[in-house]
């Protein structure tokens, strides 16, 4: 797999950047990197960007 392939020569984080790649690597690590899916913190910064712009319309 080329996620163990990366964290074997180093790297610190693995970004899924496509969206269907979270489907086949559930893991939050592979040895010892650090995997990111991107969908998700996109996912996790548009709701807390919705909710500080529902607050500031609701002043």
Do not use: F, H, W
Request: glycine share 4%; net charge positive; aromatic share 4%.
């Amino acid at each position: 797999m080329a996620a163990t392939y990366l964290s074997r020569k180093g790297a610190e984080a693995v970004i899924l950047g496509c969206t269907e790649i979270p489907l086949a690597i559930q893991y939050q690590k592979i040895e010892n990197s650090l995997i990111i899916d991107a969908t998700t913190v996109l996912a996790k910064a548009l709701i807390r960007e919705s909710k500080k712009l529902e607050s500031v319309n609701n002043l």
